[in-house]
């Protein structure tokens, strides 16, 4: 069995949380493999999914923006506030670990903090994929023992996961090292995706999906989460610097 910790996971049919999570768990079924899952709720409270998941409450530190925008907010009471929601977040899930693991074959976490961390700490024997995402390096590289962290996974043996080698090579300057000096093991994989959503169109359905969303000229399409970690502004400056005759449309979907 592969137990599989993250902070976000979709709690209801068309979720945009963590979908790319979900999306690895159905390759790790696919595989033959058994998974449990440890993931956040919500301060709407989460549901259980398909009996597969074990939700830990978490208020609104993952889903309502993002836990990075959370612990940048300039309000040194709320800072405060969210530091408190992710340390009862990260004990409740070590409670859940002590639980649960001894049934595990290995293990799956999906951004180092907390749940690479957690599983470094307190399944040390248990072979490790610790996926590393864009939102890791946004929050390791404020935090003042960023750096630290990120090396002190890397001395764990895990094999780190990344969906590009841009990601790999940002994650190496932050630590000063390579991963693999630390002991680490890399990996460059693209991320899970449904692939009844995402396909290769024919230039026929283009051409109607086009007209039915009223595109006449080249277009820009942007997705993700509604929050500054995104940097939709910095596209829309870059967009403004292109000559109004030869700019692109551009839609933002999140």
Same mark, same amino acid.
């Given at each position: 069995m592969i137990g599989v910790l993250t902070t976000s996971y979709p709690r209801f049919p068309d979720d945009g949380a963590g979908v790319f999570v979900r999306e690895r768990v159905r390759v790790l079924l696919a595989e033959g493999s058994e998974v449990e899952i440890l993931a956040a709720s919500a301060r709407d409270g989460a549901?259980?999914?398909?009996g597969q998941v074990t939700r830990i409450e978490a208020g609104g530190l993952f889903y309502e923006g993002g836990a990075p925008e959370a612990l940048e907010v300039?309000?040194?009471?709320?800072?405060?506030?969210?530091m408190a929601e992710a340390a009862r977040f990260s004990l409740a899930m070590l409670g859940q670990l002590t639980l649960r693991a001894y049934r595990w074959d290995a293990v799956e976490s999906h951004w180092l903090v907390p749940c690479g961390m957690l599983a470094c700490a307190a399944l040390p024997h248990l072979p490790h994929r610790a996926h590393v995402h864009g939102g890791d390096l946004y929050l390791l590289a404020r935090l003042r023992w960023g750096d630290s962290v990120g090396r002190a996974i890397c001395r764990q043996k895990p094999v780190l996961v990344f969906a590009s080698a841009t990601l790999r090579d940002r994650f190496c300057a932050l630590i000063d090292s390579s991963p693999e000096a630390l002991g680490a093991q890399c990996r460059i994989e693209p991320a899970a995706f449904d692939a009844r959503v995402f396909y290769r169109r024919s230039a026929e359905d283009k051409t109607r999906l086009r007209l039915? =969303?009223?595109?006449?000229?080249?277009?820009? =399409?942007?997705a993700g989460r509604l929050v500054p970690i995104k940097g939709f502004d910095v596209l829309v400056a870059a967009l403004g610097t292109i000559p109004a005759a030869a700019r692109p449309e551009l839609v933002i979907a999140g």
């Open positions: 549901s259980e999914d398909e300039p309000e040194r009471l709320s800072r405060w506030l969210a039915a =969303l009223g595109l006449r000229t080249p277009t820009v =399409l942007a």
